[in-house]
Structures are given as structure tokens and as C-alpha cells.
């Protein structure tokens, strides 16, 4: 079957940094997408790996190893408006998305 | 320019009534996807369309789901003899041809519930 793992819910401290952690087990395989989602709005699309390595936008920060099947999605220097639901989603065709089940990040003052 | 609208917003239905969800992309975008996403949950692939080509339905999940794309740009998603466990947020999303299918532009999402 196909199945992507990340953790139901992180909390941190503004200024903090948080990993969230992305594992998967898919048919195919044409990158790994990162969404965010604050409540009652619309996914955003936050950034995307192609390849194996690091990709940076500003304080986000995505990772991927496809020999591990594994990606992380790294947020740092954390602000309260970052609190929201942050989702994986695997390439798995040339138009389909696989979406993991999301990851709530909730920041504390 | 205008992001991909949806209407309406919320739609509550009586159960055995069939539906009809509108997408309206963004302009230039030829791939245009529909998802559904129950109340915290990640969201479920519907269908996929890409300009003119057979659209790929493979999350469809039963057959009283339909989607329909006129002239390359809106796109309606039917419900027919909706069933309770048909409640949920229908997002319609969209994005620049090929590559860029990674990157996808969500609307608000329409709000459907069965009675």
C-alpha cells in the first residue's frame, strides 16, 4: 500500500526551530511538497524537493533522501503566526499528490 | 491577478440530493485538480485534469462522483445521492502544466454537509 508518515503535532517556543519529519512508501515517486494550512484557510504551497539535499526559503527549509524515503521540512526562528498545520505531499504521478495526514505546530509565547 | 475561486463557500444538502461544486482556476493554468479533506485529515486526491487530455479519476470514490472541465478552464465536481459520509471540504487547486504540478494553487474550499 501506500502510506506517508509525519507527526500529529508539535509545539515549540517563538524563536524555536521544529523539524517535522516526513517518511513515505509509495507506488511512484516524482518529489516531496510541503503545504501549510492555518485553520479554516486553504493550503499553501511552502517548498519542494525534486532531488536529494537541501532546499532553503527564507526561515523554511526542506530536505529530502530518496534512497531513505524520507524528507523533513525544518521551520526556524518560529512566530506565532506560524502555528498551523503543516502537510507532506508525495509527487506519486505527473499531475497526482499524495498528502500525509498533517503535522499540527503549535508555538507558545 | 485572481486565485482559484470556489462556489459556493458552504453548501448543507439533505441526503439522496445530488450537488454541483464550481472551480474557477486561475487564469493560465492548465492542470486543475479537485481534493476533499474530512475535518482533520490530509486531503484526498480526487480527480486531475490537463488541458485537453482524459482526465485521470483515479480518486474518485464510488460513482456518484463526477467532474466535468468546460473550455480548458472551470470546472464543476457533481455529488449525486450524497450520503452523509460525503461531508467534507472539497478544495479545487491548479497549477502551471507539467513540471510545475508540485506547485498548486488552492482555493478556500467549499464546505459541503449532508443531513
Known amino acids: 500500500g501506500q502510506s506517508l508518515e509525519q507527526p500529529s503535532e508539535v509545539t515549540a517556543v517563538e524563536g524555536a526551530i521544529v523539524q517535522i519529519n516526513c517518511t513515505y512508501q509509495t507506488s511512484g515517486f516524482y518529489g516531496l511538497s510541503w503545504y501549510q494550512q492555518h485553520d479554516g484557510g486553504a493550503p499553501t504551497f511552502l517548498s519542494y524537493?525534486?532531488?536529494?539535499g537541501l532546499e532553503e526559503t527564507g526561515r523554511f527549509s526542506s530536505f529530502l533522501s530518496r534512497s531513505d524515503s524520507y524528507g523533513y521540512l525544518l521551520l526556524q526562528e518560529l512566530q506565532m503566526k506560524d502555528s498551523a498545520s503543516y502537510f507532506c505531499a508525495v509527487r506519486v504521478s505527473w499531475g497526482k499528490l499524495q498528502f500525509g495526514a498533517g503535522t499540527q505546530v503549535v508555538v507558545t509565547p | 491577478g485572481a486565485g482559484v475561486s470556489q462556489s459556493p463557500s458552504n453548501k448543507v444538502t439533505e441526503k439522496g440530493k445530488d450537488v454541483e461544486l464550481r472551480c474557477d482556476p486561475i487564469s493560465g493554468h492548465t492542470a486543475l485538480y479537485w481534493y476533499r479533506q474530512s475535518l482533520g485529515q490530509g486531503l484526498e486526491f480526487l480527480i486531475y485534469?490537463?488541458?485537453?487530455?482524459?482526465?485521470?479519476k483515479s480518486g474518485l470514490p464510488s460513482d456518484r462522483f463526477s467532474a466535468e472541465r468546460t473550455g480548458g478552464s472551470v470546472s464543476t465536481l457533481t455529488i449525486q445521492r450524497t450520503q452523509q459520509e460525503d461531508s467534507a471540504v472539497y478544495l479545487c487547486a491548479s497549477s502551471l502544466p507539467g513540471g510545475q504540478g508540485h506547485t498548486q494553487y488552492f482555493g478556500p474550499g467549499t464546505r459541503l454537509t449532508v443531513l
Open positions: 485534469f490537463q488541458g485537453n487530455s482524459a482526465p485521470d
Open positions: 524537493n525534486g532531488l536529494d
